[in-house]
């Protein structure tokens, strides 16, 4: 079963760039399509954008000029970068995988980690 | 963007009785050429990501309990309940995944009564 992790600094200052990594494990990243989703606190689910490993992405308008995603296959790692943050960025980040075939799903998720924007 | 709404916001339900939260989108999610709805429901409970509870709106995924079952078709589709367990207490989200940007209900807190 594939398993997701976060990771990346708690706490980022308003106007620089927040970035994560989620590692992958029991699976290939080379595999399916991977993706970023996000909860402000106490608020619903926005979906942020995916990747494909070869580099292949669609972000989501809203935040399309301020977002980059990566792949390290070599890690079984991908990234989220996000710039110029505010305190509407403030959330937690999850990554998840989609699951290959006709329907775009969410199939596992990593267990969040909280982004706080704050001077 | 396809805007999805739900209601109602929040749910009370006494153990054992019936739960219905419906989601409506701005658009149809019905991609004709194959006559499927495009939208999942998830489930979240306190600390933890969303689960996957139903897609193609209908389709429950495995290891789902069959008290949970979706439908509709078009902009209107229902997730009911039947018979409410203390482990549904949580939260539950729309989505449809007819086109990007991939968009969420508000969602909608299941409590007791």
């Known amino acids: 079963q594939v398993q997701l992790q976060e990771s990346g600094p708690g706490l980022v200052k308003p106007s620089e760039t927040l970035s994560l990594t989620c590692t992958v494990s029991g699976g290939s990243i080379t595999s399916n399509y991977w993706s970023w989703i996000r909860q402000p606190p106490g608020k619903g689910l926005e979906w942020i954008g995916y990747?494909?490993?070869?580099?292949?992405?669609n972000y989501n308008p809203s935040l399309k000029s301020r977002l980059t995603m990566s792949v390290d296959t070599s890690k079984n790692q991908f990234s989220l970068k996000l710039s110029s943050v505010t305190a509407a960025d403030t959330a937690v980040y999850y990554c998840?995988?989609?699951?290959?075939?006709?329907?775009?799903?969410?199939?596992?998720w990593g267990q969040g980690t909280l982004v706080t924007v704050s001077s | 963007d396809i805007v999805m709404t739900q209601s109602p916001d929040s749910l009370a339900v006494s153990l054992g009785e019936r739960a219905t939260i419906n989601c409506k989108s701005s658009?149809?999610?019905?991609?004709?050429?194959?006559?499927?709805?495009?939208l999942a429901w998830y489930q979240q409970k306190p600390g933890q990501p969303p689960k996957l509870l139903i897609y193609w709106a209908s389709f429950r995924e495995s290891g789902v309990p069959d008290r949970f079952s979706g439908s509709g078709s078009g902009t209107d589709f229902t997730l009911t309940i039947s018979s409410l367990q203390a482990a549904d207490v949580a939260v539950y989200y729309c989505?449809?995944?007819?086109?990007?940007?991939?968009?969420f209900g508000q969602g909608t807190k299941v409590e007791f009564k």
């Open positions: 989505q449809q995944f007819y086109t990007t940007p991939w968009t």
């Open positions: 990747i494909y490993y070869s580099g292949t992405t």
């Open positions: 998840a995988n989609i699951r290959v075939g006709e329907a775009s799903l969410f199939d596992y």
């Open positions: 658009q149809s999610v019905l991609y004709s050429p194959n006559n499927k709805n495009y």
